[in-house]
């Protein structure tokens, strides 16, 4: 019994050792832009439960463009289902403000670049092409790892 468990953990990798992620959650995060030498793949798990594609929990209220010289960045959600992990299934970028800290995200809109990818996944009518606030947490938890 116990060569068997030890076959299937070693068949399986590393992953049999973690918890899984479940259908139609953030597998993982990939953050690119200004400073950052290489993007960052973020796996973390309290990160990732803040980033649910289809709850959307990390956007908040609508905003005003946010001052264009303030460093952009692009953040990549690959999710989880039932056929295996869809990269880059859902797009936005993000942006702080260097003083206060608050960040601001942006859902690509119709025609721009990610707009097919995202709506392929999930249709925010009336939210895609518009800037917002990020939820506080998720802010918290980017501008961690910014710059």
Do not use: C
């Amino acid at each position: 019994m116990r060569a068997a468990l030890l076959a299937l953990i070693i068949a399986l990798g590393p992953q049999a050792l973690s918890p899984a992620v479940g259908i139609k959650e953030t597998a993982k995060l990939t953050l690119s832009g200004p400073g950052l030498d290489q993007s960052l793949e973020i796996t973390d798990r309290p990160v990732l439960a803040l980033s649910g594609v289809f709850g959307g929990t990390f956007i908040g209220t609508p905003a005003t463009e946010p001052d264009a010289a303030w460093p952009r960045y692009v953040i990549t959600f690959d999710i989880q289902t039932g056929q295996g992990v869809k990269l880059a299934a859902y797009v936005v970028y993000y942006t702080k403000n260097r003083w206060t800290s608050e960040g601001f995200l942006y859902l690509p809109g119709r025609g721009e670049n990610w707009y097919r990818n995202n709506i392929s996944t999930i249709l925010r009518d009336g939210q895609d092409g518009k800037w917002h606030h990020a939820s506080d947490a998720w802010a918290r938890a980017i501008n961690a790892l910014l710059p």
